[in-house]
């Protein structure tokens, strides 16, 4: 029987309790959407297949909880991710400079080189919004990554950052079968230093 996948890609959401790592992780593995805030006990995952440059990738996607209790817990699975995702609430300014740490939370725990993605989400909320597009637009400039302002309640963008940060592993992944004839399946993948990039529909 064929197999139903070409590649396997491991990602993980980090960031503070309560910025929407699960809604996100829910809008883009079940397309749906829950108001109510159930705090993820220790780590779980979703997995979605998804079509990238005519290769079917299966994205598993791990759900940490923000939790500082959970700390031993959810760093033990940073190793094993290709692609980590920085979520931030742009409602919670507090979430926005934790970013910080949970960068230095990556280069203590994480395979040298992960792939990572900057996520402000709830961007639905315009009315509440505290952090403004320019600095976190800055932060991910000043680390090389990719930006985007989600909303797991209305979808925006919530496809196409899952879908960014898969691309950007499945390039580099290939980029490095071509530098060293070898196939790279996991972990070790080269530091990300593409042009960011940032959109929210509703910006
Ligand atoms: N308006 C709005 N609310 C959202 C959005 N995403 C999540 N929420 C709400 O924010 C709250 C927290 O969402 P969760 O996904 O449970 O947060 P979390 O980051 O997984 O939290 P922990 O599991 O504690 O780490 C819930 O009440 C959600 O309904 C969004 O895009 N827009």
Known sequence: MAKAYDHLFKLLLIGDSGVGKTCLIIRFAEDNFNSTHISTIGIDF??????IEGKKIKLQ?????GQERFKTITTAYYRGAMGIILVYDITDEKSFE????????IRENASAGV????????????????????PADKLARE??????ETSAKSSTNVDEA?????RDILLKSGARRLGDGS??????LQPYDRKNASKCSLG
């Open 46 to 51: 979703k997995i979605r297949t998804v079509d």
């Open 61 to 65: 996607v791990w759900d940490t909880a």
């Open 98 to 105: 934790n970013i910080q740490t949970w960068m230095k939370s």
């Open 115 to 134: 792939g990572r993605l900057l996520l402000g989400n709830k961007c639905d909320m315009e009315a509440k919004r505290k952090v403004q597009k320019e």
């Open 143 to 148: 680390h090389g990554i990719r930006f985007f």
């Open 162 to 166: 899952f879908s960014s940060l898969a």
């Open 183 to 188: 196939k790279v399946s996991s972990g070790a």
